[in-house]
């Protein structure tokens, strides 16, 4: 099937939230059909979401003046200009099934919801094991996700790997996220830095309330030494005025030095670049929670009528909020009971305690492996060739002693390239880790025209260590033997180190440049005990 199908149009939800859990759906779309253009449909207000995806081609977007009956004619006349050979409707509306139907693509997938499976080729019935159906004991317990990736199972029998949600930003995002934040809390580099959304789309039945989240910024700031920045949308203003006013006179300048108010004031871009750089995220069951999520920063979600099993935030790191009462989750907009005890009997302790069990504490060294560790062998796939460098155990070891994690992160190109076998890779790193005695190796098994997020220099193997290692990226180092290397450590604001041991020998933004490895260890230890 996938020979016939060139042209995809995937319709895209119109909730924050769910767009980013669709993220995987779409993932195993492009690579069930990787020769297929592939555009997507969506509302204006979710689009920024994919900018930059590697598995998306086209965006087209959804916008108020295809709303009225013209409207939606003159859309589906745009689609069918495009000649698509398919449409997947991750979104469940009529609509979405009827503007496929008039642009004439002649496959359309969809679950059969909402009455609209005699306009689909392939209506997907929706299982009760599948269906959020509200107020029922038979409620689906798995994640939102696997709403997505079921529709693509039973259609295509795709089978998703990767079930991480994933939003790609640009490095000059990063940068300048970063750039703005250390102009506002000058200390940044160094000092906690916890985001904070107190609003929620939803309705008042998922927000946690105002006083409760004064008083959890009071307690970073005089008790965790930390800066606070607030966030939310242009309608959750008076939220954050609501919040700010709790504050006593005596607490004001403290709160001045160490609160930015960024509500209203940023777009989903850079909603998104700006959490990418915060230690953790404290959230209501929202859009920006799964943002967060997805970056990966860890999350502290509070919960009230909504079902974190469901809804809540992917993968590990993170942690729950709730209180399990007899009435809860019964997925209001606001309380029918009148009460909101969901909400209400969540402290100010439970929240703060939860922030503390999740923020990153562990220092650690991250380890590029060839040139660095050992000698670079080009692509590297027999035993035979795999030489360690002389000085690399006793170093670890008195890095060990000093109290750091040790992380192998590479680059392996070569298994896309057809050139190394990925289970050579598995294999050479789990001698290494155990011979050497280094904790954890991650690797990247892309192509570099892939553009995937976990090839060096992006960051997002470290912050996966940061979730699952808790591990500090500010008090961190890197060391590696290519300015790929030190751009890492530069985009996650670990010190890195360049050891002329491997390709580069000199980086005019490297911490330090190092002799060999030796070298780079006692550089670390030296600034360890300068401290």
Same mark, same amino acid.
């Given at each position: ?11 895209? !939800? ?5 767009? !980013? ?7 195993? !779309? ?15 207000? !979710? ?485």
């Amino acid at each position: 099937m996938a020979e016939n199908i060139k042209k995809i149009l995937i319709r895209g !939800v119109n909730w924050i939230g769910d767009a !980013v859990i669709t993220t995987p759906a779409i993932k195993a !779309v492009k690579k069930a059909f990787p020769d297929a253009n592939i555009s997507i449909l969506v509302r204006p207000w !979710v689009a920024e979401l994919f900018h930059g995806s590697p598995d998306i081609d086209e965006i087209i977007l959804y916008e108020d003046k295809f709303n009225t009956i013209t409207g939606k004619f003159r859309l589906a006349q745009i689609l069918r200009q495009k000649n698509f050979d398919m449409a997947i409707l991750l979104q469940n509306a009529f609509d979405a099934a009827l503007i496929a139907w008039l642009a004439g693509i002649p496959k359309r997938v969809g679950y059969s919801m909402d009455a609209r499976g005699f306009l689909l080729t392939k209506a997907i019935p929706v299982k009760g094991t599948e269906h959020r159906a509200q107020n029922s004991e038979h409620r689906q317990k798995r994640h939102q996700v696997y709403y997505y990736l079921n529709l693509l199972k039973e259609a295509f029998n795709i089978d998703a790997e990767d079930i991480e949600p994933s939003i790609h930003l640009k490095k000059e995002e990063i940068h300048e996220a970063r750039g703005f934040l250390n102009s506002k809390f000058k200390t940044q580099n160094s000092k906690l830095l916890i985001a904070i959304n107190p609003g929620a789309a939803y309705g008042s039945a998922k927000r946690w309330k105002p006083d409760r989240f004064a008083e959890l910024i009071r307690r970073i700031i005089e008790e965790l030494n930390g800066n606070v920045i607030l966030f939310g949308s242009k309608s959750e203003v008076e939220i954050a005025d609501d919040i700010l006013n709790k504050f006593t006179s005596c607490h004001s300048s403290l709160v001045t030095r160490h609160l930015l108010n960024m509500v209203g004031k940023t777009s989903l871009r850079q909603l998104a670049a700006l959490i990418s750089e915060c230690d953790a995220f404290i959230t209501n069951d929202s859009g920006p929670m799964h943002i967060a999520s997805a970056l990966p920063v860890p999350v502290v979600a509070i919960f009230g009528s909504t079902d974190p099993h469901e809804t809540g935030p992917l993968g590990k790191g993170h942690s729950i909020v709730c209180k399990q009462l007899s009435c809860s989750p019964c997925l209001e907009r606001e309380c029918p009971k009148g009460h909101l005890k969901c909400m209400e009997e969540i402290t100010a302790d439970d929240v703060f305690n939860a922030l503390r069990d999740i923020l990153p504490k562990e220092k650690a060294v991250f380890l590029d492996r060839d040139g660095t560790l050992i000698e670079d062998a080009g692509y590297l796939n027999t035993f035979d060739k795999l030489k360690i460098f002389p000085d690399v155990l006793d170093a670890i070891k008195r890095l060990k002693s000093a109290g750091f994690k040790l992380i192998g992160i590479t680059n392996q190109s070569g298994i896309a390239r057809g050139i190394v076998d990925e289970g050579f890779v598995r294999e050479s790193n789990a001698y290494l880790q155990k011979t050497l005695g280094i904790d954890a190796f991650y690797y990247c098994p892309h192509h570099p025209d892939d553009n995937c997020l976990c090839r060096k220099p992006e960051p997002l193997l470290l912050r996966k260590t940061r979730l699952e290692h808790g591990i500090n990226l500010k008090i961190s180092y890197v060391i590696g033997d290519k300015e790929i290397d030190i751009m890492l450590a530069r985009q996650t604001g670990a010190k890195g180190i360049l050891v002329k041991t491997g390709e580069a020998n000199d980086s005019s933004d490297a911490d330090f440049i190092a002799e060999n490895f030796k070298d780079a260890a006692d550089w670390i230890l030296n600034q360890l005990s300068s401290q």
